[in-house]
Structure formats: C-alpha cells, structure tokens
C-alpha cells in the first residue's frame, strides 16, 4: 500500500477504494504505522510549529514546551481516537446486522481520517485554520465506508453511521478534555469544572 496513492484514491474516488480496500487483509499494526503515524504527525508537526515556533496566542508568544505540549496531544488524541473508534463502531457492529471485524472497522476509521489529517497542515496559520474543515469529508468517507467494510445492510447504514458518531464525537471530547488537562495544567481543570 502507498501511502500517498491510497490518501489520494480515498480522498478522490472514494467508492472505488472502499471496494480495493475491503478485499485486503492488512494488519491493523502495519496499517497504524505505515498510514495513520505518518499522517498523524502533519497535525502534531503543524501544532509543533505554530505553538512552538510561532507562537500564535494571545497570552504567551512561541514556546518549545508548549509547541511539544500540543504536538503531542494532537498525535496521542489521533492515534487514541482511531482505535477508540474502531473499537466501538467493530462493538456496535452486530446491532446494525454487520460483520464483528475489528481489523476492518480499524481500515475504516484510519481511512475516513484522511482527509481530517491531511488539513492539519492549516493549523500552522491561525487565519488558515477555518480551512480544516475540509476534514468534515471524512464523515462522508465513514458514511459510504460502512457498509462495504462492515458488510451492513443498505437499510442499517445511517442509524448505524449515526450512533456511531455521536459514540465518537463524545469520546473524542473526553479523551482532549482529558489530555489538555492532563499536558496543559490545572488551569483548564479548573475552568472544566466551574
């Protein structure tokens, strides 16, 4: 698999990668570190060198400790996202009539993040980071990926779509919440819990 091929393909034709996709047998392993690490650190990379290097904020000015701080919580919350994700949309899957697969759920989530990942270079520029939300696409992607991968039944793909996201969209919001408390201090806990 080409990295650069197969974010192309899903990004452009992504009814036709689906198809080549599901039909490979891929371990999860080489799928995290021949896919989703290099593509998680344009985000990590991009927080690195705004933070760290730049230092866009209104409160302090560049800092390497924070650079690090934001860098680190980008690629952790990726990479933790990703197979938190795959594990609840592999543990709902027999709820929508589809396939218990935990390596296919696992193609199906670092795939849909593709786009997502790709627009984290625009995290760089403040004024650019609006652009990020071309990574919105990669709902669509998780949408028309379900059910090639997860074997669902046309009929079951948008209940099962849905709950998926809501699961993701609350366990993404704990897992930063977590993570920037933990990397960035007591001072966001605090403001969390007033």
């Given at each position: 698999m080409n990295l650069?091929?197969?974010a192309?393909?899903?990004?452009?034709?992504?009814k036709?990668e689906w198809?080549?996709v599901?039909?490979?047998t891929?371990?999860?392993?080489?799928i995290v570190?021949?896919?989703l690490i290099?593509l998680?650190l344009?985000?990590a990379?991009a927080?690195f060198?705004?933070?760290?290097?730049l230092?866009?904020?209104?409160f302090?000015?560049a800092s390497?400790?924070w650079?690090?701080?934001?860098?680190?919580?980008?690629l952790?919350t990726?990479?933790g996202?990703v197979?938190l994700?795959?594990?609840?949309?592999?543990?709902?899957?027999t709820?929508?009539g589809s396939v218990?697969?935990?390596?296919?759920?696992?193609q199906l989530?670092?795939?849909?993040?593709?786009?997502?990942?790709?627009?984290?270079?625009?995290?760089?520029?403040?004024?650019?980071?609006?652009?990020?939300i071309?990574?919105?696409?990669?709902?669509?992607l998780?949408y028309?990926?379900?059910?090639p991968m997860?074997?669902t039944?046309?009929?079951?793909v948008?209940?099962?779509?849905?709950?998926?996201?809501v699961?993701l969209?609350?366990?993404?919001?704990?897992?930063?919440t977590?993570?920037?408390?933990?990397?960035?201090g007591g001072s966001?806990t605090?403001?969390l819990?007033?």
């Amino acid at each position: 698999m080409n990295l650069i091929e197969r974010a192309k393909n899903i990004i452009l034709k992504p009814k036709e990668e689906w198809i080549v996709v599901e039909q490979e047998t891929t371990s999860v392993q080489e799928i995290v570190t021949t896919y989703l690490i290099p593509l998680a650190l344009i985000p990590a990379v991009a927080s690195f060198i705004r933070w760290g290097l730049l230092g866009y904020s209104s409160f302090i000015g560049a800092s390497m400790s924070w650079g690090i701080k934001y860098a680190i919580i980008s690629l952790v919350t990726t990479i933790g996202g990703v197979y938190l994700s795959a594990f609840i949309i592999d543990a709902l899957a027999t709820n929508f009539g589809s396939v218990k697969d935990f390596r296919k759920a696992m193609q199906l989530v670092v795939y849909s993040y593709t786009p997502m990942l790709v627009a984290g270079i625009f995290q760089i520029i403040p004024g650019l980071s609006f652009l990020g939300i071309v990574g919105l696409y990669g709902l669509y992607l998780l949408y028309i990926g379900i059910a090639p991968m997860m074997k669902t039944p046309e009929d079951k793909v948008t209940g099962y779509f849905i709950v998926s996201l809501v699961v993701l969209i609350v366990i993404y919001a704990i897992l930063v919440t977590i993570l920037t408390a933990a990397f960035l201090g007591g001072s966001i806990t605090g403001a969390l819990i007033k």
